[in-house]
């Protein structure tokens, strides 16, 4: 398994959960690391991303709520979302991209919201 996603669960809105995403040693020339979420019947969509020495972006709808953030050693990614509402309900899936053009996904985790 060359990422592997976990932290989704249930929770009430308002609040918060951390998913965290380790990425295999074997992958080389990360340049991007990123997570995506996809609810039922919509298309996937780009939620946070770090970008080289950790340049981060994030979709509208979860800034100020949402980080994204890694841990060297432990070769992870994490997202650490706060201030959760049903709209969050998604699966998440992490990825990261490569110098040389090769992208990666992890299994996907799912986060239910309930209100």
């Known amino acids: 398994v060359q990422l592997q996603a976990s932290g989704g669960g249930l929770v009430q809105a308002g609040g918060s959960l951390r998913l965290s995403c380790t990425v295999s040693?074997?992958?080389?020339?990360?340049?991007?690391r990123a997570w995506y979420r996809q609810a039922p019947g919509k298309e996937r969509e780009l939620v946070a991303e770090m970008v080289g020495g950790g340049l981060t972006n994030y979709g509208d709808s979860v800034k100020g709520r949402f980080t994204i953030s890694r841990d060297i050693a432990k070769n992870t990614v994490y997202l650490q979302m706060n201030s959760l509402n049903p709209e969050d309900t998604a699966v998440y899936y992490c990825n990261v991209k490569t110098a040389y053009g090769r992208r990666y996904w992890g299994q996907g985790t799912q986060v239910t919201v309930s209100s």
């Open positions: 040693r074997n992958i080389s020339g990360i340049n991007a």
